[in-house]
C-alpha cells in the first residue's frame, strides 16, 4: 500500500504544478481577466437528469436508464450538495458461468463537500449503494466502520482551465470504506487493506456552432475492484451537449456521450435530458 501511496502523491503533485503553470500562463495571456467574487450570496439549486445509461469512469452502473437528482447549498466558493442515481428497471450480477443474482434496480445515495478557488476544486465525495431490492430495509447508513461500511469516501482535486484555455484536469483517491485490495489469492477487494484506488482524467472544453464538445481520457495507476485489475486508460470518449429553446424563457439542456473503456473492451452510447 506504500507504493500505491507514493504513486498517487506523484501524479496529484505533477497534475498540480501542471495546472499551476498554465494557469500563470493564461492569467499573463487575458490581464483583464475578472477575479472570483468573494462574498457571493448564498444560493441553494436542485435538478435531476434523465439519462438512458449511468455509466461513471468507464463502467455501467444498473443497465438502465434512469433519474439523477441533485440537491446543492453554495456560498462563497463553499458547496455542498446530494447526488443520486435510481434506475428504471432491474439488472443482475454474473457471478460465474452458472450463478445469475437479480440486484433489483440500482440506487445510490452521494453526499459531497467542495470548496472552490481561482479555478482549483477541493473535494470531499462519499459514495453510498442503498439495498437495491428493499429499500427499507438493510442499508446501514449509519455504519462507517472501515471493515463494514457501504460507504467509500473519496478526495479529490481538480483545476478548470480559463475561457481561452478550458482544460480540465481530475485526480481522485478512495481513502476510506468499501474500498479494499486483495486477497491472498490476489482477488482485488476481497482483502482487508484500503487500496487507495485512484483515478486521473482530463478534459477540454469548447464550443462548435452552438453545440458544446467535451473529449475526455481517464485512466488508473494501479488496479482496483472499481475500476480495473492492472493500470491503463478506462474512460475515454466525448460529449456533445446543447441547450434547445422551449420557451422564450427557457431552454432544455441535452447531451450525448460516446463513452469507451479500453481495458474492459466495452463501449456506450449515452443519451441524457437536464431538468
Not at 489469492?185 to 487493506?193: I, K, L, Q, R
Request: hydrophobic fraction near 40%; charge should be negative; charged fraction near 15%.
Amino acid at each position: 500500500m506504500k507504493n500505491h501511496f507514493t504513486q498517487i502523491c506523484t501524479f496529484i503533485l505533477g497534475i498540480i504544478m501542471i495546472a499551476q503553470t498554465n494557469s500563470v500562463l493564461a492569467q499573463l495571456q487575458d490581464e483583464n481577466k475578472t477575479e472570483e467574487k468573494t462574498g457571493a450570496p448564498a444560493t441553494f439549486s436542485v435538478g435531476a437528469d434523465l439519462v438512458s445509461r449511468y455509466i461513471w469512469r468507464g463502467a455501467d452502473y444498473g443497465n438502465s436508464p434512469g433519474i439523477q437528482p441533485a440537491v446543492a447549498f453554495s456560498v462563497a466558493g463553499f458547496k455542498a450538495g446530494f447526488w443520486g442515481s435510481y434506475g428504471f428497471g432491474q439488472y443482475s450480477n454474473q457471478i460465474n458461468d452458472t450463478v445469475v443474482v437479480n440486484m433489483g434496480n440500482y440506487a445510490e445515495f452521494d453526499f459531497y463537500l467542495s470548496y472552490t478557488l481561482k479555478g482549483f476544486t477541493i473535494m470531499a465525495y462519499d459514495y453510498f449503494l442503498p439495498n437495491s431490492l428493499d429499500p427499507n430495509s438493510g442499508n446501514r447508513y449509519f455504519d462507517f466502520k472501515n471493515n463494514t461500511t457501504g460507504h467509500t469516501i473519496e478526495v479529490c482535486i481538480s483545476w478548470a482551465g480559463p475561457e481561452k484555455f478550458p482544460l480540465q484536469l481530475f485526480a481522485g483517491t478512495l481513502v476510506y470504506g468499501a474500498d479494499k485490495g486483495k486477497d491472498s489469492t490476489g482477488v482485488y477487494g476481497a482483502g482487508n487493506d484500503n487500496n487507495f484506488s485512484t483515478y486521473f482524467e482530463a478534459a477540454y472544453q469548447f464550443n462548435v456552432k452552438g453545440f458544446g464538445v467535451k473529449p475526455f481520457i481517464g485512466g488508473i495507476p494501479f488496479g482496483s475492484s472499481w475500476y480495473g485489475p492492472t493500470a491503463g486508460i478506462i474512460n475515454a470518449g466525448c460529449t456533445v451537449s446543447k441547450s434547445i429553446p422551449i420557451t422564450k424563457d427557457y431552454s432544455l439542456p441535452v447531451f450525448g456521450s460516446i463513452i469507451t473503456n479500453p481495458q474492459a473492451e466495452s463501449v456506450f452510447l449515452v443519451f441524457g435530458i437536464s431538468l
